[in-house]
């Protein structure tokens, strides 16, 4: 039912930072989860962060954590992944997506945005 589109993708060398936004087209649900995917090229969709809309919690993948910080901005209908000390194995594509479940498993998810892309250089 909500319509999720991302932006702030590009190219950066390693070790470079970008922001990722992702607004939604309504007010989410508090009880709503928020989450962040990837997929590389010739890779499976996998996952990146999450955070419950009401911003009680938080998660990421192992190889994201500590570089990587998930937000959102509610009054403005946007979650965000701050994107630190990019490696070159974190170019994707990258995708939000709004679930009901505390899930890092893309089935979980109803909502999915179109992608933006993120192109790390060594």
């Known amino acids: 039912q909500v319509q999720l589109v991302e932006s702030g993708g590009g190219s950066v060398q390693a070790g470079g930072s970008l922001r990722l936004s992702c607004a939604a087209s309504?007010?989410?649900?508090?009880?709503?989860?928020m989450g962040w995917f990837r997929q590389a090229p010739g890779k499976e969709r996998e996952f990146v962060a999450l955070?419950?809309?009401?911003?009680?919690?938080?998660l990421y993948a192992d190889s994201v954590k500590g570089r990587f910080i998930i937000s959102n901005d509610n009054p403005k209908n946007t979650m965000y992944l701050q994107m630190n000390n990019l490696k070159v194995e974190d170019t994707a594509v990258y995708y939000c997506?709004?679930?009901?479940?505390?899930?890092?498993?893309?089935?979980?998810?109803?909502?999915w945005g179109q992608g933006t892309r993120v192109t790390v250089a060594s």
């Open positions: 955070i419950r809309w009401r911003g009680t919690s938080a």
């Open positions: 309504s007010r989410p649900f508090s009880s709503t989860v």
């Open positions: 997506a709004r679930g009901i479940r505390y899930s890092s498993a893309q089935s979980d998810y109803d909502d």
